[in-house]
Each structure stands twice: as C-alpha cells, then as structure tokens.
C-alpha cells in the first residue's frame, strides 16, 4: 500500500530523516519509535505532504531551506509531490501531534467541519461511528472543544480523521502528555479501529511499552535513521528497546 524509498529531509543543513525506508502492506497497525528528535513528525508531515506547504511558506518568507529527497509510493501511484489535499483525497489522513482543534467550535461543530469533503449522509454515519468508539464523547457534543481535557481532545481529532473515511491513518504521538489510564482507553480505540474498519493505521511513539502488544509491525528510528525493525513481540522482546524505549 505504501513504499517510502531513501527519504531524506533537510532543514536547511541539519539533517532531519537519513535514508529513510520502509514498506507497509495494508490493513494492520504499524508503529515508528523514537526518542524526542529522532525525526517522527518529519516523517509524517513528509507522508501527509504539509512538508511541502512548510516548505513553501518558508521559501515565501525567505526563510530556512527544506529539501526533500526520496519517493512514496501510495497504492502504486508516485505521491511525493502531491499537495496534503490531493493526498486526503486518496485516503491518506494525518492526525497531528499535539490535536490542533478549533477551539472555540463545539465538539460537534470540530467532527462536521472534518467531513466538509463528504456526503451529509456519510458524514452522520461517521459521527455516530465517533461516538460509538468514544462514548465518554457523546455527553461532550456541545461543549467547545478548546475546553475539553488533553484526552477528550485527542479522542475528537481522532474522530475528525475518521469521519474523512480514510484508507490510511496516521497517528503523531497521540498518547503523548496523557495519564497512563487515558492511555489505555486510546490504545484500545485503536485496536477497536483497526478490528471495525480494517484501515491501515502507522502510530508514532517515544515509549514502546503501550503500544508494542498491539503493532503488527514496527520500526525504530534513531537520527532520522532507520535503525531496527521488527513484529511487536520481537521488537518486545529485544534488550535494546527494552532499555531504550520502555521509560521508567
Ligand atoms: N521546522 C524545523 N526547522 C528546523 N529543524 C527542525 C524543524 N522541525 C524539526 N526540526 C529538527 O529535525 C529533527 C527531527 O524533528 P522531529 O521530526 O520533530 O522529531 P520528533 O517528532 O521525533 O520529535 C530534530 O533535530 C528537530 O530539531
Ligand atoms: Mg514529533
């Protein structure tokens, strides 16, 4: 489904992604661990394609360099010059780090704005899906999204990647800064995702402990460098994650 060949990324000469490979069939839950740095979301931005709007506000303003190098292919077509909107389009969607919502809408307001590409029916069926798999969220429709808990809020830019019906999801760090119970609740939703739509999911982490026993497949990159990869019970069972990536 996806194949990402020899990625490269600068920001102006620091180098962000090193000769970045890999290749997902679809279907299943794929993870991309890494310390703070190691080049996560310069990878999903340079899979979603906002790269490349980076890139371009920055040459507009006479800002830092970014150079990318390498190809992705997404179902056999050549994607790694399409804008973000070409690429939803054909499925690809990304969920942010660090959930940017809008604020002042309302819950329900944040999951409609998200559909804006989609049928009214289609979106309703979507919504109600949403609210199936985050029930805590059903009590919280007309509440503005810039007060809902860090939790709530990824739990809604979740389902406003849903509601597009994506082929494949990208998560970027979705459980960073939430309780270990809050954790658990995401983990499970994905899990749930993956059993209820069968999309292809890749998840971005800096700790491997919560998501291992769910990935099918994950990869483990250090410097922009792909470094190890393996099935979730390898990469589990492997001393060097266990001591890099499982935290205190
Ligand atoms: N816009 C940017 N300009 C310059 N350097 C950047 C920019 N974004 C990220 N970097 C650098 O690229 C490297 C990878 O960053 P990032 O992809 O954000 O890593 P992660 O998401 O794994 O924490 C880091 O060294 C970071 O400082
Ligand atoms: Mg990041």
Known sequence: MLQISNLMVFYENALALNDFSMSLQAGGIIAVIGS?????T????????????????EQRKG???ITIYGKIIFNGEDITDLYPSERVKR???????RH??????????????????????????MIDYVFHLFPTLVRLKN???????????QMLTIGMALIVKPSLLLLDEPLLGLSPMMQTTLVDAIKKIREQTGLTI???EQFARPILPMIDYG????????????????????PEVKGAYFGV
């Open 63 to 65: 800002g830092e360099r």
């Open 143 to 153: 509440r503005k999204a810039g007060f809902l808990s860090g939790g709530e809020q």
């Open 100 to 125: 940017p919502i809008f604020p002042e809408s309302d819950l329900m307001e944040n999951l409609r704005i998200a559909g804006y590409l989609r049928k009214r029916s289609e979106i309703k069926e």
């Open 42 to 57: 310069t990878l999903m931005n340079t899979l979603s394609g906002l790269i490349i709007d980076t890139k371009i506000k």
């Open 36 to 40: 703070n740095s190691a080049g996560k």
């Open 202 to 204: 890749v998840i971005t």
């Open 219 to 238: 990869y483990i990159i250090e410097n922009g460098m792909l470094t190890l990869d393996g099935t979730g019970l390898e990469l589990m069972e492997n």
């Open 91 to 97: 499925g690809m969607v990304l969920c942010r780090e």
